[in-house]
C-alpha cells in the first residue's frame, strides 16, 4: 500500500479514537500499528521507538520541575506569592485579574507547568474573585490564558522537549522566551485595564506593606533565582537545576514556612511521579507515531508543500508553520505536537536558514496559544472546570484575548533580534554564535 494512504489511515485511526475520547498516547499507538501493519515496519521496531523516545537525560528535568510546583502549591506556600501580587497591583483597575497575571508570572518561573498554573490559581485566586463579584467565564479565561506564560518562560517543560527532541539548547530556548512571555504577560494585564470587569480596586499598598510581602515571599522566589542563576552560570544543567530547587524547597523554604508539610512531603513525590507519567507514556507514542511519519516520508511530502508556497522566504516558513501548528495544537497536547512534527520542524528550519531557538519559541508560542482554543483547548477546559463554567462560556470570553497572543507570536516572527537579544548577551553559544578568532568576543550569524 502506499506511503500516503497509509499516512491517511494512521491520521484517520489517530482522530477518530481522539474523537471518541480515548486518551491521546493510546489514539496515536492505534495509528502507529495502524501504519505498522500495512507497512514493512515490524512491531519490534516500534516498540523500540517508544523506548527510545523517553531515553533522553534531559527530559529528567521535568519532574523534577513538577515536583517544585506540587511541593509549592501543597505547602501552601504560594499564599505569599499572592499577597505580594495583591500589593505590587492590587490597585489597578481590574484588580485581581491583574493579581492573576502577575501571580502566574511569579509561579510560571517556578513550575514551567501550565497545568500546574491553572490548578494553582484557581484554587488560590479563583474563589476570591467570584466573591468580588467577577463573572465566571472571564475568571475561567483569565486563569488560563495567564497560565501559557509557563510555556514559555524558564522552566518551561515544553521547552525542556523541545530541546531534548530537536537538539536545540534549552538554555537558549529559555532566555529566548523570556520576552515572548513577558509580552503576553503584560499584554493581558493591558486589556484587563481597558477591557476587563473593574473590579474591586484595593487601596495603594504603601512601600513599608510591599517590602514586608517581599520579605515574606523572599524564600519561595529566591526558586527562580537558582534555577536560571545556576543553569546560566553553568554551575549545573537544566536537569541538575531541577534538583537543586527541590533540595532549596525541602530543606529551607517548608522548614521556614510551613514545619508541619513534613510529613506530607512523600505524597507530594508520589503525586509528582504520577502526574509525570502522563506526559511521559504520550512522549513515547509521540515519539513512534512521528517516526512513522518521518519512515513513511510525511515530514517530506509537508515541508515540499510548505516550500513551494514559501520558498526559502524565513519570515512565510514560520507563518505557514504558525498556521499549521494552531490548526494541530487545537487537537493534540504540545509535547506530543512537537515530537510528531520535529523531522518536519528540522527540514523548514534549515531550508529558511532560521536559526534553531528562534523557531522554536515561535512554536511553542504558537502551541502555549492552542491551549486556549477549541476544541480541545486544555487549560482553558480545566480553568472551567474548577470555576463550575461550561467550556463554551468560558471559550466566549476568552477570544478577545486571543488578540495578545496574535501580537506576541507576530512580533516574535519579524523581530527575530530582539527575541534572540537575551540569549546573544547571556548565552551566546546557545544560539549559533562562536568566539571571534581576534579572541574577543563572539561573532553571531544574522
Known sequence: MSAPIVLALMSICFLSFGYLGVPVPFSLMAGVFIGAILSDVSLAAIIQKIFDGVDSEALLAIPFF??????????????????????L????????SQVVVVFSMFFSEMSGSTTADVAVMSRALGGPMKREGYEPAFIAAIIASASTIAALVPP???????????????????????????????????????????????????????????????????????????????WFTPTEAGVVAVVWIILVVIPALNRGHFRKIPYDFCLAGLIFSLPLITIGAANAFGWMLAYLRGASYIADMITSIAGHDPHLIMLLMVLLFTVVGDFIEPVPTIIIFMPLVNTL????????????????????????????????LMASKFVGISFAKAL?????????????????????????WLPRHVLPESVGCFKSPAGTGYICPQ
Not at 513538577?66 to 499577597?83: C, D, P, Q, Y
Not at 497591583?89 to 485581581?96: K, P, Y
Not at 531550508?351 to 482553558?380: C, E, K, R, S
Not at 478577545?400 to 523581530?415: G, K, S
Request: aromatic share 10%.
Open 66 to 87: 513538577l515536583l517544585v510546583g506540587e511541593l509549592m502549591s501543597s505547602a501552601n506556600v504560594v499564599v505569599r506569592i499572592a499577597n505580594l501580587s495583591v500589593s
Open 89 to 96: 497591583v492590587g490597585h489597578i483597575r481590574g484588580g485581581l
Open 156 to 234: 518551561s517543560i515544553t521547552a525542556v522537549v523541545y530541546g531534548a527532541v530537536g537538539n536545540v539548547s534549552i538554555a537558549g530556548l529559555f532566555m529566548a522566551g523570556v520576552v515572548p512571555g513577558l509580552m503576553i504577560g503584560f499584554g493581558l494585564m493591558i486589556y484587563c485595564y481597558f477591557f476587563g470587569p473593574s473590579g474591586l480596586r484595593k487601596p495603594r499598598a504603601p512601600l513599608r506593606q510591599i517590602v514586608f510581602a517581599a520579605g515574606d515571599a523572599a524564600l519561595p522566589l529566591m526558586i527562580p533565582v537558582i534555577l536560571l542563576g545556576g543553569i546560566l552560570t553553568g
Open 349 to 380: 528550519t534549515e531550508a529558511g536558514d532560521i536559526n534553531g531557538v528562534h523557531m522554536g519559541v515561535v512554536l511553542i508560542a504558537t502551541l502555549a496559544f492552542g491551549l486556549i482554543t477549541p476544541p480541545y483547548g486544555l487549560v482553558l
Open 396 to 420: 466566549r470570553a476568552a477570544l478577545p484575548i486571543y488578540v495578545v497572543f496574535f501580537a506576541t507570536i507576530a512580533f516574535a516572527i519579524y523581530f527575530p533580534s530582539v527575541v534572540l
